[in-house]
């Protein structure tokens, strides 16, 4: 009857040495922060174009009162459409009246750089501006885990009247402890 006592209490304080000397001798626990977060916050400019697609190949794009805006862009450094490409920008939005301030407009901003690499979730819940958007920064992956703040969207000079319009996101990121 005692033996099953013993095993018990000598399985629970190994269990417990083994918690407390991984937390003291733990590589993880002891390194340094990575660059990206040395600063608690993170500001970036950027720009979405439409992706570089040759003309025979494009859809239109199908405006509906009632319908959903899907969309796919490209992320890039600068306004050129010949500007380094840095991720993608995908999204989903209800332009509907009951639907607008909805939590299901999101934007999925996607990095791939040897500076960045992750997501962002942005939810485009208070559009209030016309000329420019401030949007919510909910939630991010990789470089950007944890990350909070603000997207600002404002349409940026087109280069030629043909063209189709490319936006500046300007992102104030803050990130936790």
């Known amino acids: 009857m005692m033996l099953p006592r013993i095993i018990f209490c000598t399985a629970v304080s190994l269990a417990v040495l083994t918690v407390v000397l991984l937390a003291l001798f733990s ?3 002891h390194r340094k922060p990575s660059k990206h977060h040395t ?5 970036l400019s950027l720009y979405i174009q439409q992706p570089l697609i040759p003309t025979h190949q494009r ?5 509906s009162d009632s319908g959903a805006f899907i969309f796919h862009r490209t992320l890039t450094k600068g306004p050129e459409n010949t500007s380094m490409v840095v991720g993608q920008a ?3 939005i209800l332009p509907v009246k009951h639907f607008e301030h909805s939590a299901f407009n999101i934007i999925y ?4 750089t040897p500076e960045y690499s992750g997501s962002l979730s ?7 501006h016309k000329d420019r958007q401030e949007l919510t920064v909910v939630g991010g992956t990789g470089s950007f885990a944890f990350a909070r703040g603000l997207a600002a969207f404002a349409e940026a000079a087109q280069q030629s009247p043909d063209a189709d ?3 500046r996101i300007k992102l104030q990121l ?3 402890n």
């Open 27 to 29: 590589p993880v626990a």
């Open 39 to 43: 600063r608690p916050w993170l500001a």
């Open 59 to 63: 859809r239109p794009v199908l405006q």
């Open 90 to 92: 995908q999204g989903f």
């Open 109 to 112: 901003l996607t990095f791939d």
């Open 122 to 128: 942005v939810q485009a819940k208070h559009l209030s």
């Open 165 to 167: 319009a490319t936006y």
């Open 174 to 176: 803050r990130f936790p």
